[in-house]
């Protein structure tokens, strides 16, 4: 019973540094390449913005597919293709001398991404016992959440040295040990791959019970993709932009601190005890960075933000996997990381439109509101249903 109980064994360690790994080139390569094109190849900000946006695409574009194939051929060949398909397309940067090149090594790279995390996605949350899935998810998703103050920090070190080839080297080098650290895992096996069917209906690429909490997830990525895209831009505007590089610090700190006890209490009483709190505090977090005059609120409104948003994604990743059998959770978790991508892809850009009509400060301060109305959003796509299930179990007992 203990062993069955244990969380960090090697397995769990493993994917959650390749998963790492991952992301580490994903973050510093989404902060670093706009900058390198636009001073390497003249380009405009709106074709350096395609740097992005093909990549997500692609990463999109693949995950049904790469959730289809994990019931067909398994967790630890979709893994291992797509490491080397990532590591491959990281190569291939050295290469790339114009911007069309240059797009369709991204397109390239955004499809390994897409199909290593959402294999890992599914892998994690076979490995991690059930009894303890809020908190190994929310682990799990952490090691994300480091790479997203590791990543920008290194890529931005990397591009003031004016040369493409250290940036490069570097997500070589990041790529190799994302497959390394892959290579270690004993990967598990689906047990109904033989139940696939192999016409192309919805069902087959898509966990359709883990849709309604991914629109939840969508809905709140539209605010969070404001504050990855415009927050460092926000600091510059009201005179902080000399603590702007802390915020994700800040984030990921509390967030480290409180990931032991929030995932935890998920397991013990239930996401809704985890989320509705959380929404508030995000939506506090909002507030108070709406109104940020000094480095205090500012950094204030990153930990409360870093609470908040980061207790509210891996417990709806985590639902959107306990949804479904052992053997669709590589599709659930394409199904979940898809629609919610969409919901980052889309909010940068209407964020962008907004901000442009009403400014920051205001775009932020009605955020909070909108955040709040997550609350129903979250209870009529989820809450509701399953307190209604229960019932329905009570009253059959």
Not at 97 to 125: D, N, Q
Not at 325 to 351: E, H, Q, R, W, Y
Not at 373 to 389: C, D, E, M, P, T
Request: proline letters at 3%; aromatic letters at 14%.
């Amino acid at each position: 019973m203990e062993q069955s109980t244990r969380l960090w064994t090697k397995d769990f360690i493993g994917i959650s540094l390749s998963n790492f790994f991952l992301f580490m080139t994903f973050y510093f390569l989404l902060v670093s390449l706009p900058v390198l094109v636009i001073q390497q190849f003249g380009s405009s900000k709106t074709e350096a913005g395609l740097i992005t946006t093909v990549f997500l695409f692609s990463a999109i574009l693949i995950r049904p597919l790469a959730g289809y194939a994990i019931e067909k051929l398994g967790y630890k060949k979709i893994f291992i293709t797509s490491l080397v398909i990532f590591l491959g397309s990281s190569t291939l940067y050295f290469f790339a001398e114009t911007m069309v090149t240059l797009l369709v090594v991204r397109f390239l790279h955004g499809i390994g991404f897409g199909m290593a995390t959402t294999a890992a996605g599914g892998i994690v949350a076979t490995i991690i016992p059930k009894s303890r899935s809020g908190e190994g998810m929310g682990y799990f998703i952490m090691s994300a959440s480091m790479a997203m103050v590791l990543g920008p920090f290194i890529g931005l070190t990397a591009i003031q040295q004016g040369d493409p080839t250290v940036l490069y080297s570097i997500s070589v080098l990041c790529s190799l040990l994302a497959l390394i650290t892959g290579l270690i895992i004993r990967f598990p096996v689906i047990d109904a791959m033989e139940t696939v069917r192999s016409d192309f209906r919805f069902q087959n690429f898509f966990a359709t019970a883990a849709i309604p909490i991914a629109i939840v997830g969508a809905f709140f990525a539209i605010v969070y993709s404001g504050i990855l895209s415009f927050v460092s831009v926000y600091a510059k505007e009201i005179g902080l932009i000399e603590v702007s590089s802390f915020f994700f610090v800040v984030y990921a700190v509390v967030l480290l601190l409180s990931r032991p006890f929030t995932g935890k209490w998920f397991d013990l009483y239930g996401p809704n005890v985890i989320i509705y709190p959380a929404i508030v505090v995000f939506a506090i977090g909002m507030y108070v960075l709406s109104g940020s005059h000094t480095a205090v609120g500012f950094l204030i409104s990153a930990a409360l933000i870093g609470i908040g948003y980061g207790t509210i994604f891996p417990s709806l990743q985590t639902i959107a996997i306990q949804k479904v059998a052992p053997s669709k959770k590589g599709m659930a978790t394409a199904t979940f990381l898809s629609i919610f991508d969409i919901g980052i892809g889309f909010g940068s850009f209407i964020v962008g439109m907004i901000v442009a009509e009403v400014g920051f400060r205001s775009f932020y301060l009605s955020s909070s509101l909108y955040v709040l109305a997550g609350i129903i959003v979250y209870f009529v796509l989820h809450s509701r249903k399953q307190n209604a299930q229960k019932t329905k179990q009570e009253v059959s007992v």
